[in-house]
C-alpha cells in the first residue's frame, strides 16, 4: 500500500528545502563574505534585477562527487544560483556564484546550471549577466571540472555575436576561470574584491622572483588601465551592478533585433552655438572631446567604455533622438589622440560589438596618425591598426562621422572613411585631410628649397602657411565627394540625427563567407 503525505507536509517540505538553499552555505560564511566587505549571490541579484522578477532554477541542484570529503558536503543548488528576471522590464540571465559554498567552486554540477541558463538566454534571446565568486575549478572533481569549464567556454564563444554577454567580478577568478568572462563582451570589476589573474602572486614570485600583491596583479586597477581586460572598473558593487544595468538600456536583447529607442525630452534640432569655439586655433594644442559628445548627443549622457584604458580614444554608448548609438572619438587631451596599439585594439573591438547588435556608430575625428616608434612597430602597430581597419570595413551598420580637426595619413583612412564605406562623413570647416601636418610635410617636399634659401625658417614658415592654405581644409575632400557636407558645427547634433533616420533602414551585406581572418 502507497502511503501517501498530507499535501501540507509537502508543501512544509519544499519551503524548507528552499530556506535550505537559499541559506547558501550557512550562517557563518555569509558573516564571513560580509566581513570581507562582500554581498551575497543573492545580495547581488536583487540589486541586478528588478525588484521581485528573479526566477531561480536548478535550486536543488547538487553537485556528484565523493572524493576528498565531497560526499558529506552536499548544499543544494550548489555553488551558484541561476535563473532569470527583467533589467527594465527587459528578460535578463544571470548566474551568480556563492563563495559562501565551497568557494564558488566550479563543480560539474555548478557548470551544468550555468550552461543551462547560458542555453535558454541564447535560445530566447536576451542577455546573460555573470556574477563572478569563485575559486575556480572545484579542487576535489580534478578533471571533470577543467572539462565542465570547457562547456562553458564553448557556450560564450557559440553566443558570440548573438546575445550580450556580461561578466561582472565580484571576487577571485583565477587561472582558466578567467577566460569565461575574458570571451563575454563587458567585463565590470569592483575595485578591491575583483580580482583576475591567471597566477597569482605566489606561483609568480616562485618562477620570476617578482613580488606582487593580488590587488596589483588583477586588482579593477590594474585590468582597467594596463591590460584593458576590465571594461568598467567601479568602487562598490552596489553602483557596479546599477551600471550593469545602466549599459543594459543601451543594448539590443539580440542580434535580430534593433536596439530599445527611449523617449528623450532633449530636443532633436537643438543647435548648439559653442561647439565651434571649443576647438583651438593652433593644431597642436589639446582640448577636450568629451566637452562635444556630450553637447552634441541627447541629455549629455554618454557612457563610456575602457574609459581609463588608451584614453587617447574614446568609445561608449549614448544616444541620440532616443537611438543608443555607439561613439567611437579621439582624445586630443591625451596623447594627442594619436592611435597607437591599445587604442586601435580597444576601437576595433568596440566597432565590432557596436555593429553585431545593431548599433549605429557615430565617429568624432581629430587624429594626427599612428605613433612612430619602435615600440609600436616591434609590437605590432601594423596588425593591430588593421584590426581597426577591419572593423570599420566589415561593420555593415549606419557609420557616420564627423571630422572635427586633423585626419592624417593612414589615420584618415582607418577611422570610418568613405573608402571604408562610412554612409555619412561630415566635416567641420576646421577639419583637415592631409597626408601628413604641414610642417612634417614641407620638411619633405621642399627640403631643398628651405637648404637653398638664406633665411631657411623664414622659407620654411612662408611654405607652412602656403601647404596650409592649399590643403589643410575639408573642401578638397568635399569636392571629390569624400565629404559629404562641411557642416556648421553649431549644426553637429541635427545632422547627426537626420542621417540616422535616413539610415534606419540601411541594409548591407558582405560576401558569403565562413568568417573573415581578422589579423588577430
Ligand atoms: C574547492 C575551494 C576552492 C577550489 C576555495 N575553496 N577554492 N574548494 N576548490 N578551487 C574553498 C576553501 O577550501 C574554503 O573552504 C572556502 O572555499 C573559502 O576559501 P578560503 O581559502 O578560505 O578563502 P580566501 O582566503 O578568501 O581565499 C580565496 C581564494 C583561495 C584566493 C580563492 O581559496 C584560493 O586560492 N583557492 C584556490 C584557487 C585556485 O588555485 N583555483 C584553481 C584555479 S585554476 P573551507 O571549507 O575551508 O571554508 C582553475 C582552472 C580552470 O580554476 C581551468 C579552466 C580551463
Excluded at 544560483?81 to 554540477?109: C, I, K, P, W
Excluded at 539580440?254 to 527611449?262: F, K, Q
Aim: hydrophobic share 40%; with cysteine.
Amino acid at each position: 500500500m502507497v502511503v501517501r503525505r498530507n499535501v501540507d507536509v509537502k508543501l512544509e517540505e519544499l519551503k524548507e528545502k528552499k530556506a535550505q538553499s537559499r541559506a547558501g552555505g550557512g550562517r557563518q560564511r555569509i558573516d564571513a563574505q560580509h566581513e570581507r566587505g562582500k554581498l551575497t549571490a543573492r545580495e547581488r541579484i536583487d540589486l541586478l534585477l528588478d525588484e521581485g522578477s528573479f526566477e531561480e532554477l536548478d535550486t536543488f541542484k547538487l553537485h556528484r562527487g565523493t572524493d576528498f570529503g565531497l560526499a558529506e558536503q552536499h548544499h543544494l543548488g550548489d555553488a551558484v544560483v541561476t535563473g532569470y528576471g527583467h533589467v527594465n522590464g527587459r528578460l535578463t540571465f544571470v548566474f551568480s556564484q556563492d563563495f559562501t559554498v565551497m568557494g564558488g567552486s566550479l563543480s560539474e554540477a555548478v557548470s551544468q546550471k550555468i550552461c543551462k541558463v547560458m542555453d535558454l538566454a541564447t535560445n530566447s534571446g536576451a542577455p546573460i549577466v555573470g556574477l563572478i565568486d569563485s575559486g575556480g575549478a572545484r579542487i576535489q572533481e580534478g578533471v571533470q571540472s577543467l572539462a565542465a569549464y570547457a562547456d562553458i567556454f564553448l557556450r560564450n564563444v557559440r553566443s558570440s555575436g548573438v546575445i550580450p554577454q556580461i561578466s561582472v567580478i565580484l571576487g577571485p577568478a583565477a587561472g582558466g576561470a578567467t577566460y569565461s568572462p575574458a570571451l563575454t563582451d563587458f567585463v565590470f570589476m569592483v575595485e578591491g574584491i575583483g580580482q583576475m589573474y591567471i597566477t597569482g602572486p605566489d606561483v609568480i614570485k616562485s618562477v620570476t622572483g617578482e613580488e606582487v600583491t593580488h590587488e596589483e596583479l588583477g586588482g579593477a586597477g590594474s585590468h582597467s588601465t594596463q591590460s584593458g581586460v576590465a571594461h568598467f572598473a567601479i568602487e562598490s558593487e552596489e553602483r557596479c551592478l546599477s551600471e550593469v544595468r545602466r549599459l543594459l538600456g543601451f543594448l539590443a536583447q539580440n542580434n535580430m533585433e534593433d536596439p530599445p529607442r527611449l523617449q528623450s525630452g532633449d530636443d532633436p534640432g537643438r543647435t548648439d552655438a559653442t561647439l565651434a569655439h571649443l576647438v583651438p586655433d593652433h593644431p597642436n594644442q589639446p582640448y577636450e572631446m568629451l566637452d562635444i559628445i556630450t553637447r552634441v548627443v541627447d541629455d549629455a549622457e554618454f557612457m563610456q567604455v575602457h574609459e581609463a584604458y588608451a584614453r587617447n580614444v574614446m568609445v561608449g554608448f549614448a544616444r541620440m533622438d532616443g537611438r543608443s548609438v555607439g561613439i567611437v572619438a579621439q582624445q586630443p587631451s591625451f596623447l594627442a589622440g594619436v592611435l597607437d596599439i591599445n587604442a586601435s585594439v580597444k576601437a576595433a573591438r568596440f566597432v565590432r560589438f557596436c555593429d553585431a547588435f545593431n548599433i549605429p556608430i557615430v565617429t568624432f575625428i581629430d587624429v594626427p596618425g599612428f605613433l612612430p616608434g619602435t615600440n609600436q612597430e616591434y609590437g605590432g602597430i601594423i596588425r593591430h591598426g588593421a584590426k581597426l581597419i577591419f572593423a570599420y570595413a566589415e561593420a555593415t551598420v549606419p557609420k557616420i562621422s564627423v571630422l572635427i580637426r586633423k585626419a592624417y595619413g593612414g589615420a584618415y583612412i582607418v577611422m570610418s572613411s568613405k573608402g571604408l564605406r562610412g554612409d555619412i562623413n561630415y566635416a567641420w570647416p576646421t577639419g583637415e585631410i592631409a597626408v601628413m601636418g604641414a610642417e612634417g610635410a614641407v620638411n619633405i617636399i621642399h627640403r631643398q628649397e628651405i637648404r637653398k634659401s638664406d633665411e631657411p625658417d623664414e622659407a620654411r614658415q612662408r611654405l607652412i602657411g602656403e601647404y596650409e592654405d592649399q590643403l589643410m581644409n575639408p573642401y578638397i575632400a568635399a569636392g571629390l565627394g569624400l565629404i559629404d557636407d562641411v557642416i556648421d558645427p553649431s549644426e553637429t547634433r541635427p545632422k547627426i540625427i537626420k542621417a540616422l533616420e535616413m539610415l534606419q533602414n540601411k541594409r548591407e551585406s558582405l560576401p558569403p563567407k565562413k568568417h573573415g581572418s581578422i589579423p588577430l
